[in-house]
């Protein structure tokens, strides 16, 4: 490192440009939608190290050459790993098979009301008695009660038995390729089990016709896994109520599915998730921590001192001891990050190496996407990123090149949520650290102003409130509920005190939460924007004139002032959400937005409001007039209670019965044969049930609200689970009225429905199918596509397509967000 420090061709401005070159190498490797050979990127990264190596020599100092070397290697690079990870991926002819797997639990299982969770490292697998390859590594449901398997139920599942980490188990599995949702501006499954080294997903066959999964015994191969699992176990046990047991158990162990799903809404809404879990700033305070009681120890031997300066051995003591805790958390890839930049700036001070800030800000940077490429897909990456460089330059002593403080500052800020105040620098003293605690609310609102931009960017909100909320936040948890949660390992009854300590944040950021500005909503701005966005709030918090400090708001106005296009006046929008098994199409006029269906419920945890919708509709900053359930299945209105509370002012149209739930949550008007309004020049009709139908007593499919929807010239049909009974009634009721453009698929694909004759009646240029990826009930059936393939109706379904969006004013056209966003990770769907 110490040579790298004085390496000629690669000093100032060269250094920076050079790294800037490998991490946009690596950013344009991340925009490929297909993987070329890998013996393209084998070349190209040997061409950049025989480039590399001749600047070595000095038979090369131009920097231009060396920037171009350093791209094609970052680009060659990361190639080469992806088409090394691909090499393990699940072969598509074993989906959907019984296989026996064995393998070695390694990690903490997840317990929810279905079953648990656990990720497998596997030993080896069998098909019909063959060993075969599977993905070294899979993610495995074992779910309890009833499953069903195509139309029928599969019987009473073997309850799931206690399973621990490092357990070697023997069981029969069903797998298939990791595959999420795709929606615009949603997450990104695929790509999140991509960096965790994922390549299949499975659930155990545990019915009473199955095998018995078999413990072979523990093998104590993740015992800090284990320690962690017993650790959280204890935590659940002890503490009540269940809400602050689960923060605390986020906070030592890092399980953040411990905290409840209403109290990461109330954190987002006040800017402060990054805290709720082991962050930058939780490793960062630890390992700073850890270097004060370290060089205290040290100092008090004359021995050490002269092996070893006591500000070196407590720098080098502090990363160690962070890297050991991040490990004890959990491991997760922000920690890794976060380690990752505390290492290298240890390196460079222990090196005696003296850089200007930017090269630091850069080197740490590159070293972190040389290690995980895919960090640069993580907004996490992003916020800290841009974070820590406003810091470096906003701050009055950063033009010090050899400042010892600007380090320090760096690695306590970089991490993987908006970095939050500062840290005294490792190995610090004392009024180091009082100072740097001062610091937090005289920079908290540099960090607010500048990042506001990018976290809209990102995420489409940003909280109002965040400034207030942290400002008592970061101490508080830093400084008080952390520390008690940690302690309370060795002490039990510390427990109790840190939840305690947690029940009065929680009430505190309720409080604030509750305030209608909490948090601020924009549609999510296109990337030149934002990133222009970005530029002026940088623009804003520089130590410039305020002259030129004003300069920045024509950039960053146009940011909170962004529209997401909307139809032209007369015509309408369909954008069928990837959901999974389950129905949820946002209709939108020029003025005017309806919501047909909410999606299924994944859990008690998460459905596709809360998941898929909600997002969404924040993106698109979409206000719903209508939501319409067009009857009561859990895949047609899980996501609803989600919808209607982020909703407030949209009126309900269902069938859903008068004792249904959500009748307490907004009462429902029925969907009613006759039922007409217009919107911007668009007409509306439901064409089904008649009023008659609701004293029928009969499957919730036969009361599926039908929705017909008419620019004059093109027309869509929202049927939502109508049989081929209710078929023909439409046929013979409202024959005049069936003929559309484009038809939502009568229950998924089933057998039960899409019968030749309201085919014909229909005749539809499209057909939506909202199904899920290889899902229980076996939709679509083959008949029922070999009849829309006889009639030469293009049929579009979430599995290849995602997310579908067809415009009125575009007719011939579907546009498919999985086609459109394909990068080489996401599946391919034979």
């Not at 997840?110 to 070294?136: C, H, K, M, T, Y």
């Not at 690695?411 to 001062?438: C, D, R």
Request: a neutral charge; one cysteine or more; glycine letters at 8%.
């Amino acid at each position: 490192m110490h040579g790298l420090a004085h390496f000629p061709s690669l000093r100032g401005q060269t250094l920076f440009l050079a790294l800037a070159g490998l991490l946009a190498g690596t950013a344009l490797q991340l925009q490929q939608s297909a993987l070329w050979h890998w013996g393209v990127y084998a070349l190209f990264v040997a061409l950049a190290l025989i480039l590399l190596a001749q600047a070595a020599t000095k038979k090369i100092a131009n920097t231009a050459l060396l920037v171009v070397a350093a791209l094609v290697l970052g680009w060659g690079a990361t190639g080469l790993r992806a088409s090394a990870f691909l090499q393990h991926a699940l072969d598509p002819a074993l989906e959907g098979r019984d296989l026996v797997v064995t393998g070695v639990v390694t990690d903490m299982p997840q317990r929810n009301e279905a079953g648990l969770r656990f990720r497998l490292r596997v030993e080896s697998a069998a098909l019909d008695g063959q060993p075969i390859a599977v993905p070294p590594r899979i993610d495995v449901g074992w779910y309890a009660g009833v499953y069903p398997t195509g139309t029928e139920l599969a019987g009473l599942q073997r309850v799931p038995d206690v399973v621990q980490a490092g357990e070697r188990w023997r069981m029969t599995l069903r797998l298939k390729a990791p595959h999420g949702s795709r929606n615009p501006h949603g997450f990104d499954y695929e790509l999140w089990l991509w960096e965790q080294g994922v390549q299949a997903t499975a659930y155990v066959r545990a019915g009473a016709n199955d095998p018995a999964p078999q413990r072979l015994g523990q093998t104590w191969r993740h015992p800090v896994s284990l320690v962690r699992q017993t650790v959280r176990d204890q935590i659940l046990a002890q503490i009540t109520p269940r809400q602050y047991a689960g923060l605390i158990a986020a906070l030592v162990v890092g399980d953040q599915n411990a905290i409840d799903r209403v109290d990461w809404d109330v954190f987002r809404a006040t800017g402060v998730a990054h805290l709720m879990s082991i962050s930058g700033v939780h490793i960062t305070m630890f390992a700073w921590a850890a270097a004060l009681v370290l060089g205290w120890l040290w100092r008090r031997s004359g021995r050490l001192c002269r092996w070893w300066p006591a500000s070196s051995a407590a720098l080098a003591g502090g990363v160690l001891l962070a890297i050991a805790y991040s490990a004890f958390a959990g491991w997760g890839v922000p920690a890794q990050r976060t380690c990752v930049m505390l290492a290298t700036i240890a390196a460079l001070r222990l090196s005696g190496a003296r850089w200007p800030w930017p090269q630091v800000w850069m080197l740490a940077c590159a070293v972190v996407v040389a290690l995980d490429p895919w960090a640069l897909l993580q907004p996490g990456f992003w916020l800290s990123f841009v974070a820590v460089g406003v810091l470096f330059a906003t701050d009055s002593g950063a033009g010090r090149a050899h400042s010892t403080r600007a380090g320090g500052r760096f690695v306590s800020e970089f991490s993987a949520g908006p970095p939050q105040g500062k840290l005294a620098p490792l190995g610090g003293s004392a009024a180091h650290a009082v100072a740097s605690v001062g610091a937090i609310f005289r920079e908290q609102w540099v960090i607010t102003l500048a990042l506001a931009p990018l976290t809209l960017l990102l995420f489409g909100q940003v909280s109002i409130v965040g400034l207030l909320a942290n400002a008592f936040a970061i101490p508080w948890v830093t400084l008080v509920v952390t520390p008690l949660a940690l302690f309370g390992v060795l002490v039990p009854g510390l427990w109790d005190v840190a939840a305690g300590a947690v029940g009065l944040l929680l009430a505190g950021l309720q409080w604030l939460a509750a305030f209608p500005w909490a948090a601020l909503s924009v549609a999510m701005p296109p990337l030149w924007l934002g990133v222009a966005g970005v530029l002026g709030g940088m623009a804003l918090v520089f130590p410039w004139s305020w002259p030129m400090r004003l300069l920045g708001l024509p950039l960053l106005l146009p940011v909170f002032l962004w529209q997401a296009p909307l139809p032209p006046e007369g015509q309408f929008e369909l954008l069928a959400a990837d959901v999974g098994q389950g129905n949820a199409v946002l209709v939108r006029t020029a003025h005017h937005a309806l919501l047909y269906d909410a999606g299924p419920r994944y859990s008690l945890e998460s459905d596709a409001g809360h998941r898929v919708l909600v997002p969404l509709l924040q993106a698109l900053h979409t206000r719903l007039d209508t939501l319409v359930l067009s009857h009561r299945d859990a895949d047609h209105v899980g996501g609803a209670q989600a919808v209607l509370a982020m909703q407030p002012q949209a009126t309900l149209l269902s069938s859903i019965e008068p004792e249904h739930p959500l009748q307490v949550l907004r009462p429902a008007q029925r969907c009613v044969a006759g039922q007409q309004w217009r919107w911007d020049g668009v007409d509306f009709a439901v064409v089904h049930p008649r009023a008659e139908d609701y004293d029928r007593q009969g499957k919730p499919n036969a009361l599926s609200c039908v929705l017909r929807i008419s620019s004059g010239a093109h027309t869509a049909l929202l049927v939502g689970d109508i049989e081929q009974a209710q078929e023909a009634r439409l046929i013979a009721d409202s024959a005049d009225l069936l003929h559309s453009d484009v038809l939502l698929v009568p229950h998924h694909g089933s057998k039960t429905s899409s019968s030749a004759a309201f085919l014909d009646a229909v005749a539809p240029q499209f057909a939506l199918m909202q199904s899920g990826y290889r899902n229980r009930f076996g939709h679509p059936a083959a008949s029922v596509l070999q009849r829309y393939q006889e009639r030469s109706i293009v049929v579009h379904d979430s599995p290849h397509c995602g997310a579908m969006r067809w415009q009125s004013w575009n007719p011939q056209n579907v546009a498919c967000t999985r086609e459109s966003s394909q990068r080489y990770w996401h599946h391919r769907v034979p």
